[in-house]
């Protein structure tokens, strides 16, 4: 019979190492080095230039295939259709009712143009302007998401993106019936089953099939998180995506069973995802660590979720809420989870997480697939600059300038000054020609 201990970190606030522990545990390195960017390299540049050659033949070499033609990895609006009408009623009403709940909420997202004048009839304001063409990568290696297709797809179309092209792997020629599904419940515009740095490529230069994107959106591996890093300035990006994380914060008053779950929740994504559980209470650690050591033989993914949490996952003590609050912003964690009594005190204090899911009821669980906000975060500590995949990731925005005679004249003085004291001639002479006698 196998150990069923799990050897967790264990740190404390209080001890004087902790600052060097928590930095340890909190490194990861984005995009990896050597290899990995070798290899991503050469499959861009070969994209790049071979096009859908190059396509065929990584697709067929990593992803197990044998097609002969880029079309073959398209799939049809009447597939999508056939595999939204062929799965069960009750998987059918789950990803509409997701579905709908992430379109009313993104909703509440979308921008408005906007200008005002001023006393002298000169006009500034703002233009909202949709992309045009949006690339979406749905990861399908050791487990599909339909949910990434819904969350990715729909806060375009509710931006107003004409054109979404997804692509997805399907290894060994495999694909998940609920991903097509979700991508007929979203609209997506065209589908192919390519993956890997390969994909990447085709969506950021474009090959005689795969039409070019302006920008990719999506998680994936670490081969397309280097690819989307290489090929950014060519396309936009969301992010460039680390292994997922979640950040619990308990009083001690939840069921351990409850938090022991919701750490498995992120730690079964792989073996490099981080879960952290933060209490006052010491002892309430050793009871969730008890409930994950009985709960794991249980999990269908307990090899990965046993290697997450004990390679780079922790329970730390505190002594207080203000020392959680301290770590929480020092992690700047994906998932924020305060299973606390009164959750809304804490959130003043709370400045950097990519989603927060407050109460003793709420799952992070609920958030991946159908509370509404975007399941898209932030990872890697990156919240301290960057926010949730939304609308306004997928809108433009343009200045709009436009002088009156005499705003001109006004505002060319100023100019003028401003100009020739960066010696930028023709810039002040440009402004100086529409300054009235």
Known sequence: MSDPSIEIKQLSYSDPGFEAQLEQLLAWDNVSVGSVGQVVDDVLKDVRLRGDQALLDYTNRFDRRKVDSVVDLQVSQQALQEALEGIGSEERQALELAADRIRQYHQHQKQDSWHYREADGTLLGQKITPLDRVGIYVPGGKASYPS????????????GVSEIVMVVPAPGGDLNPLVLAAAAIAEVSQVFTVGGAQAIGALAYGTETVPRVDKIVGPGN????????AVFGTVGLDMVAGPSEILVVCDGETDPDWIAM????????????????I????E????????MERLLPSMERADI?????????????????TEAVSVINRAAPEHLELSVADPEALLPQIRHAGAIFMGRYTAEALGDY??????????????????????YDFQKRTSLIMCSADGASTLGR????????????????????????
């Open 284 to 291: 309430f650690l050793a009871r969730v660590k008890a409930s």
């Open 222 to 229: 670490i081969y397309v998180a280097t690819a989307k890093k």
């Open 414 to 437: 100023t100019a003028s000054v401003l100009a020739r004291g960066e010696t930028l001639t023709a810039h002040a002479r440009s402004a100086e020609y529409r300054i009235k006698d």
């Open 279 to 282: 209490s006052p209470d010491i």
């Open 370 to 391: 159908c509370a509404g906000p975007n399941h898209v975060l932030p990872t890697s500590a990156t919240a301290r600059f960057s926010s949730p995949l939304g609308v």
């Open 262 to 277: 919701d750490l498995f929740s992120q730690a079964e994504h792989d073996e490099d995802a981080q879960s952290i559980l």
């Open 148 to 159: 990434s297709v819904l969350m990715n797809a729909i806060p375009a179309k509710v931006a």
């Open 305 to 321: 979720i046993r290697a997450a949490l004990e390679n780079r996952s922790a329970l730390i003590g505190v002594s207080d809420m």
